[in-house]
């Protein structure tokens, strides 16, 4: 079987790339673990160093020709994670549109004309769901104030309609904030969840542009690998009739995580703050803890505490500065 | 100023053109009334008689060329109503697609483009709710069950953040089941909700294919006319946030309305029962009643009793046989 995992050179899907090259096979149409043949992957930018078993492909996720090229019938699993995050998406409405809604749809156009009924997984965000306040129930209705939330919901109303009428096998997963996220910031308005925890762990200053008391609802890098992997092993039927699934997370307030970063070793010195009222808003909309029974019911689990999420970043990504 | 209603040679495009031409005015963005100098009638088919003041055009509402054509820098309120119904979307998931969702995205483009920020006024569907069962609160979730729905869900949130973004003012209803529709049966799944009343009152007989106990929320044509009515005279800052409402109705088992049907003088031996499983199906995803306090605050109401929705197609629609 082949694979194809969009937004393949962004950090999860290289994560995720390098895991299911490990594990070598995914449960096939009958449930049974099938020997994976070829992981493709798709992004708009070059990979730097190509995981094994592994083909890169650059291209433009909305565009027909490239879905035609990557999608075909030998293809079991498409991961579908490429998106313009949401302060880009709030800032270029037409690309936020392009990218999150019409490349979604054209994706699952291309699974449904094959009439292989592929499985597709597909990274939501927690951001479809408005200004709720607070504890966010599985039954809390998206009223999302963003694009990169409305986008979101959007494809995932898509998503289980097109699994409904039995055109894919689909499941949308509503990521928690990803912490910590290596490399540089980004221009998500959540980059600084992960920054205030990279940069000083690595030496490097960082401005953070909210308050203290913002609790952000959180999970690893490899707890989001392992529920996508999870998730495309699942009997999905077992899903029921609505295939959007809220991921377990940890809800940590800024101020914990300094303390968190202090005791292994970080220097919270590293850190200023001086408030961005655009980001504030942003985030102000998005909920601070979600009940996650469904997922839980069906294996899905998160990480123990923040110390092991800041652990897992000492383990995989830390960028020491050269000797 | 000019006015458009898509969907304009249906019943209720019809009601509301002649019911605006009679007012002659609709709030301008200042929120005084304005004059109406011309009212467009957008649909795929042509009308039988065109109300006074209104021009008609026939053409495709997912077609750009005609959507520019019909909507100009004059357009002060759009009313949206062409739709591909319940039944039909279920049957022709492409069809659905193109009007219900397409056409939608089209028509809020047209309007950011002319940077104007025409109203545009949505008619959207409790279908939008899925098999949540019983009484459906304000926050209540969409997880749709129908392509129709699911269409319904997906430009109501574009609409929202079209609004959000002030690219337009916009306002979705969430019309219940409209009773008496008049005119013939047709491929909406809720056919039956009017041909129950409507076919006896004409002496005609009708096939019911659900159960008796099934529960329709319900309205009249005249309140719905109203709503939109009301809706583009509302100022639209009023609706916060969350620019969908749920509008009031009437839940009415289908027994209730026989025996409504018979104190009106009408004939429940035209009636017979014969279960369609596939359309039970589907109404079983249907709200049976909805809390509807926010409408209900801004003014919109409904009808008194299934007697009075009864009266109203006497007045109104009833086509009797030729003397």
Not at 116 to 142: D, H, M, Q, W, Y
Request: glycine letters at 8%; a negative charge; aromatic letters at 6%.
């Amino acid at each position: 079987m082949k694979v194809l995992i969009t937004g393949g050179a962004g950090f999860l899907g290289n994560k995720l790339a390098i895991a299911l090259s490990e594990k070598g096979s995914c449960a096939d149409a009958s449930g049974r673990q099938a020997a994976i043949d070829e992981i493709l992957l798709l992004d708009h930018v070059e990979l730097r160093i190509l995981p094994a078993g592994c083909r890169a492909v650059v291209g433009d996720v909305a565009d027909p020709a490239v879905i035609e090229r990557v999608i075909d019938a030998d293809t079991a699993v498409v991961f579908h994670l490429a998106a313009v995050v949401s302060g880009e998406a709030e800032e270029n409405f037409d690309l936020g549109m392009r990218v999150n809604l019409d490349a979604t749809r054209l994706l699952l156009e291309r699974c449904r004309s094959l009439g292989t009924c592929p499985k597709v997984l597909f990274a939501s965000s927690v951001a479809a769901f408005g200004p709720e306040g607070g504890r966010i129930l599985s039954s809390t209705p998206n009223r999302p104030l963003t694009s990169y939330g409305t986008q979101k919901a959007i494809a995932e109303l898509m998503l289980n309609d097109y699994a409904r009428k039995g055109f894919i096998q689909g499941i949308a997963f509503r990521l928690p904030t990803v912490v910590v996220r290596p490399g540089r910031p980004n221009r998500a308005a959540s980059s600084f969840a992960s920054s205030i925890l990279r940069e000083p762990l690595q030496g490097q200053a960082m401005v953070c542009p909210v308050r203290k008391d913002v609790g952000v609802w959180l999970t690893s890098p490899r707890s989001i690998v392992s529920a996508f992997i999870h998730g495309a092993d699942l009997d999905l039927e077992k899903l029921g009739t609505w295939r959007t699934l809220n991921l377990p997370g940890l809800t940590v307030a800024l101020e914990e995580m300094v303390a968190a970063l202090v005791r292994k070793g970080g220097d919270a010195g590293l850190i200023s703050w001086e408030l961005d009222p655009a980001i504030q808003k942003i985030v102000d909309t998005w909920p601070v803890s979600i009940d996650t029974p469904e997922a839980t019911a069906l294996g899905f689990v998160t990480d123990s505490s923040i110390d092991e999420v800041i652990d897992i970043f000492l383990e995989e990504d830390i960028e020491r500065a050269p000797a």
